[in-house]
């Protein structure tokens, strides 16, 4: 299941709601990372080592779309899948809906390089890149 | 001025910084609504009056690119302009520097929906659009 | 189970990490909030039920003791139990520990006054004081 | 006035509000921090520099009560004063109101440990515990 898609149930928290009725924008990035965080743990490298072991995944682009409203309460599952994109560089692509109905609620990506722990990039190691599913073909 | 650049100056918090060291990223989308916010205000037209008159600007897409760190207490600069992207729609485009030496740190837009209080896709009143600075020009 | 004790358990988040290396002091409010939502539907009564029948919680005071650490990803086990504190109040009591070890993360409790939507005092209604286990016993 | 009272104005951002169309709770724990971090400011010693001298403030207990509403775009003014509680901790007391107004939003404080980086408590030095008015008299 090393790149297959994780699912990952959450509910809307009172705080993260805003006077409009539904949830405040930035709460689908936050909502984002717990997919990823949740998407290690399920290919069997939690993001907690990937940082002890000396890898770090600055974001360095996010794109959302939103696509639904969610209040509080709502039950949501957040699908995410991951791959290496060029030889340095993660992205992770998401839809969030709602868990009953399948309603859209946010679909997005985040981009993500690879540092070491002084934030300078640094090419992935194997065990890293492999857990991803391997580096993509070479456009020839 | 209606319809130009509105600089707006914050100071990163401690509740907006992680792990890491730097501000987590989905702050950046909070940063960009205070300057939407200062942006409404500078042309004459407070966002709080925007919603008392009926006109509510539901976010649809976000996109944000990360181009630098920025730390706790750090202060920074967050440039927003808008502009009414086809009929119904508002875009506002902003970049985030530090406010000394003008380092970037964040670059991004978000589109939004006209809606009135129920949510519904509305056509926006001219006062809103003139104060936008105009429907943009018909393509022929 | 009325007026038993609920455990929630939640995971800390990246977003809620800040430079210091453990979860940012207001995110125990959030987290205490997420406790109170689990409690009400545990005893039958849900708290978006709670408000659609007229009935709002706004907190007046809030109390926390910092106990120990939690860092990103770390299991955390949110234990609340709510009581009417007077006539019109009620008071959430939680304590929140490691999943794992038990040990102590934060203790605090909230206090929350009874209003109407448009925010004014009421006297809480009967099918609100019962699932919270009743009024207390009057001083004699 | 290294130990009087510093002001500090923020505004209610569009993030802080929730369904209830005041400020979600915990951000009063957040505007409590920006109170800190100007009166650090103030008193001559910026918070950075106290972290980079060495000195970390973890807080261990924070008490807030909930006085009055405020709303988005709403300015207020946080006021906040600061000094030695015994030997090793720190306290700060800080209300907030409208500025506009008076009309109190929060009063609260918050009791902070001196560690070192490791998160070990120490003594505090003493050009810190200058800067904080000194240590407070001896009970006799």
Do not use: K
């Amino acid at each position: 299941m090393a790149n297959g898609e994780t699912v990952t149930t959450i509910r809307v928290r009172y705080s993260e709601t805003d006077q409009m009725g539904t949830f405040y924008n930035a709460r689908a990035l936050e909502w984002l990372e717990c997919g990823r965080n949740e998407h290690f743990r399920t290919i069997g490298l939690p993001y907690t080592e990937v940082e002890s072991r000396g890898v770090f995944l600055p974001i360095i682009e996010a794109h959302i779309r939103y696509r639904g409203r969610a209040r509080y309460d709502d039950e949501l599952q957040v699908v995410t899948r991951a791959a290496m994109s060029g030889n340095a560089r993660v992205r992770f692509d998401a839809r969030i809906c709602h868990r009953a109905s399948g309603a859209p609620v946010v679909e997005g990506y985040t981009i993500h390089a690879c540092t070491g722990g002084s934030g300078r990039p640094i090419r992935p190691p194997d065990w890293f890149v492999d857990a991803l599913g391997g580096r993509p073909p070479r456009a020839s």
